[in-house]
């Protein structure tokens, strides 16, 4: 690493992606930490997170990552150590290692994601140390963060709004408020809203690119022809969705294209197992992996794709121009479904609430009608995938001295 007391022009950008659950914090980090390379190619940035699979995924040169213990989230919503220790324990241990890594590395910028305290507040020494040595830092949030009766409680638990107008020169939403205002909900006082919209940027969704393949890349025998591609991300919360899709083709032998199931590597081994079973019941109809870090290459070959409504795979979907048909869970967050619901207001996807049934002829129906839909190219909304372009702008007009560098990606 780099250390504090360097004065080169290199430009250094610590990413903090928490990590609890899932994938989302991670990937949508590493977007925005391979946008900044391909930018300007002699940057350095390094993702702190909580994820256990950050190894299995392929950075950009000059991109690395830093691995905080884990903490795991509960059905509940609540949380536990991924260790055997107490969770404050875990939580201490987390804060001395952004810490450290911090100290070590000397970012001109830190970009939080998501949670404007860190998780459990670990990130307001690192916030305070930073602010007092004029570091900028930026809070980056996602389109929807939950419904306001919801998140207006859980932040002033947090003290998430303190923190966010406190600490942050900017507040980053990959978004568009024609979709979303994921603070709109918020009751701030007159004074406090006028100076958090002032810092408020809409970047527009982070537009997702090919990787490069690793090689000897295989693709199941499924994709060599047309095929639905089910996916519920990791897979910690997609059960529902992987049943419902199973049950269809049991019922409905004449849906017309096969699926592929995409498990995600944090569904319970033991229910993946009855799946597995009941999937090779079916050989000819549906086939499935356990996880794939490069399925952007499965997802663009794919007729239609079936999924929940995270944010990443909405912008996997915008990207490569995917008809999709979105399944969002509403607990312990209605994030997924405010999205859904917005995005097929605009005509962009197809929306089934399981709250309306789970009767197997309402997905069959729907999978038969996937391939046929339109595409959400069919519908012109304006900046809708300008994210990392403006993220690029943004780092450059806040850092200037050190971004000379720094160009245009799309």
């Known amino acids: 690493m780099t250390e504090r007391g360097d004065e080169g022009s290199t430009l250094r950008v610590l990413i903090y992606s928490h990590d609890t659950f899932g994938l989302g914090h991670l990937r949508r980090s590493r977007a925005i930490a391979n946008a900044l390379v391909a930018a300007d190619p002699g940057a350095r940035v390094v993702i702190v997170s909580g994820s256990p699979v950050a190894d299995r995924y392929a950075f950009g040169r000059g991109v690395r990552t830093v691995r905080l213990p884990a903490v795991n989230k509960l059905p509940d919503g609540s949380y536990v150590s991924g260790e055997a220790s107490p969770l404050a324990e875990t939580v201490a241990d987390r804060t001395r290692a952004l810490l450290r890594t911090t100290e070590a590395f000397g970012p001109h910028l830190v970009i939080v994601d998501k949670e404007p305290a860190g998780f459990h507040g670990e990130m307001l020494p690192v916030l305070e140390r930073e602010a007092a040595r004029g570091t900028k830092l ?7 963060l939950d419904e306001a009766d ?21 507040i980053w939403v990959y978004g568009l408020g024609r979709i979303h205002e994921p603070l709109a909900g918020l009751s701030l006082a007159p004074d406090l809203g006028r100076r958090i919209g002032g810092r408020l940027t809409y970047t527009g969704y982070l537009r997702r690119d090919l990787p490069e393949a690793r ?11 047309p095929f639905l591609l089910a996916t519920p991300g990791g897979g910690g919360d997609g059960a529902g969705l992987i ?21 995600g590597p944090f569904l319970d081994a033991e229910i993946r197992a009855g799946f597995d079973a009941r999937i090779a019941a079916l050989p000819e109809r549906i086939a499935a992996i356990t996880f794939d870090s490069e399925i952007e290459f499965l997802m663009r070959k794919a007729a239609g794709v079936v ?10 979907i915008l990207s490569f121009d995917r008809r999709a048909l979105l399944v969002p869970r509403t607990e312990p967050r209605r994030e997924q479904a405010i999205r859904a619901l917005a995005a097929e207001r605009l005509g962009l996807v197809r929306v089934l609430m399981e709250e309306d049934g789970r009767q197997p002829a309402r997905m069959a129906a729907a999978l038969r009608g996937l391939p046929s839909q339109p595409a959400p190219s069919r519908v012109v909304v304006p900046g809708l995938l300008d994210g990392l372009d403006a993220v690029v702008r943004r780092v450059k007009a806040l850092v200037p001295a050190r971004t000379d560098r720094v160009r245009a990606i799309s």
């Open 215 to 225: 090689p000897g890349r295989r693709e199941p025998p499924v994709a060599a022809g």
């Open 307 to 316: 999924a929940m409504g995270g944010y990443n795979t909405f912008c996997e």
């Open 243 to 263: 049943d419902w899709v199973i049950a269809a083709y049991e019922a409905d032998p004449g849906i017309p294209l096969p699926c592929l199931v995409a498990f």
């Open 138 to 144: 930026v809070l980056g949030l996602r389109d929807v």
């Open 150 to 170: 919801r998140l207006a409680p859980e932040w002033e638990r947090k003290g998430a709004v303190e923190a966010m107008d406190r600490f942050y020169d900017e």
